[in-house]
């Protein structure tokens, strides 16, 4: 069946450390892959995205790497800080499902704890 | 405006009362979605409209009743929910379907009593 999921529930970091997210994804017909961030009461926010055609995308400090051989994504965040802690959400956007408006597969979810 | 907002923050109904939530997004946006969220866990679609028009339901009980009276606002009526469907509701929006990019709310934390 179709599954985007994360390995570790939960990571803890040391403030400037850099993290790293994954997420494995079983459906190979995704043209989109998307990490949001989460914070606690807010809701989900678009961090970066990467299409099936890329391996790595980079932005402001966070880059995004995708293995289609294995299957894996993966977030980097780079120097870490207390303002970064959250969930953070892999998600993909299948092209079989835009006949069904766009539909997101989400992840289970990493919740990040940086340590000051 | 780049924001989804919605209101109520924060809403308490018993299981006889209607209640509705609103979303409301001027990023000029044609698809609106509307989740349901449980602590720890990731959002799970519940309805999808594009141009105003419902696109998916995913089997959501009649208990939730979406509305979107333009492209700006989306409704979620609400009508003798059970205790289980206390959760934070999500209104997101992308400039079309298959966005990839959906810019989500704050979402109302409900609680059915």
Redesign the interface.
Known sequence: GESVGLHLPTLSVQEGDNSIINCAYSNSAS??F?W?KQES??????II?IRSNMDKRQGQRVTVLLNKTVKHLSLQIAATQPGDSA?Y?C?E?P?Y??N?????I????T?LSVKP | DTE?TQTPKHLVMGMTNKKSLKCEQHMGHR?M?WYKQKA????E?MF?Y?YEKL??NESVPSRFSPECPNSSLLNLHLHALQPEDSALY?C?S?R????????????TRLTVL
């Open positions: 043209d989109y998307i949001y009461g807010k809701g989900p926010q678009f995205d969930v959400f998600a956007n092209s499902l835009y069904q408006g766009g539909k997101l989400f992840g289970q979810g919740e | 989804v698809a979605y720890k866990k990731p959002p679609l999808v594009s696109s998916i999500l997101a992308s079309r379907l298959a966005g990839p990019e959906q810019f989500f709310g704050p979402g």
